[in-house]
């Protein structure tokens, strides 16, 4: 049985994960943090802050807010817990403090924890390999509910640069066209949010050439899917040595 303290466990994400964790038998939510202890009655201890935590763990999982991150951090480097990490709009400052706590603890950080996000990751990258050489156009649109605050989403940023980086980073983003008045860039990849309702997460990449067009959908219809991904990340993770590692090392 893997012990796992949960961050952010009065979220909607930590709310998720509870009952996820709840129904599975190879892993426990022993102990919860969150700003707001009291917001919701739990099996289990919730502490304000990291460093309150009296309880012992295996992994922790983090979906909380980015303003929580650097605590949290130094509380898994002085504890030697790994982290799964699934916490969003992380400044480059925060960023390279993760980069540091992973030489002292293991820490896997993805954009989006579902698994067939990170599977078609690795599918893009074949996909534009083969078709970004032969001079079709990549696009991608990404649609989230209207509470979302950043845009675009870290995900579509994660699928454009796994393209990129198949192509050896020769490519850019353009996130804005309203301002241009001239020819696409042959270059670039396009990135375009949208915000409405109550839509968990869409994203489509567009392969468009000379007369025919190649899309790689993925819809999300709860976030149990992210949940699920975040279970078995900290599952692999548990026990693992110091280091970063991400969800393409989960699904291999």
């Known amino acids: ?28 939510t022993v102990a919860g943090i969150d700003i707001a202890p009291d917001a919701a009655v739990r099996k289990y201890p919730v502490f304000a802050t990291p460093d309150a935590c009296t309880v012992d763990a295996d992994v922790c999982i983090d979906f909380s807010n980015f303003h929580a991150v650097p605590a949290l951090l130094s509380y898994c480097t002085k504890k030697k817990l790994p982290l799964v990490l699934c916490t969003t709009g992380l400044t480059d400052e925060i960023l390279a403090q993760v980069k540091e706590a992973s030489a002292q603890t293991a820490i896997l950080r993805s ?8 599977l078609l990751m690795k599918v ?24 979302k605050l950043d845009a675009p989403s870290g995900t579509a940023l994660a699928l454009g640069e796994s393209m990129n ?19 696409r860039d042959p270059k670039e990849i396009g990135i375009s949010s949208v915000r409405g309702g109550t ?21 999300a219809y709860s976030r149990a899917i992210f949940g ?13 040595p110091a280091g970063m590692y991400d969800m393409a090392d989960v699904i291999g």
């Open 1 to 28: 049985m893997i012990r796992v303290l949960l961050s952010g466990c009065n979220g909607h994400m930590g709310q998720v994960l509870t009952d996820l964790m709840e129904a599975d038998s190879d892993v426990e």
């Open 228 to 240: 699920n991904g975040a279970i078995q990340a900290a599952k692999f993770l548990a026990g693992k």
């Open 111 to 118: 954009a989006n924890m579902s698994l067939g996000i990170n």
């Open 199 to 219: 839509i968990v997460g869409i994203h489509d990449v567009m392969f468009a050439g000379q007369d025919e067009v190649i899309e790689f959908k993925h819809t």
């Open 165 to 183: 980086e198949a192509l050896d980073g020769q490519y850019h983003f353009v996130f804005s066209r309203h301002d241009r008045t001239e020819k």
């Open 124 to 147: 893009l990258k074949e996909a534009a390999k083969t078709l970004a050489p032969a001079g079709y156009d990549m696009e991608i649109v990404e649609a989230h509910h209207n509470r």
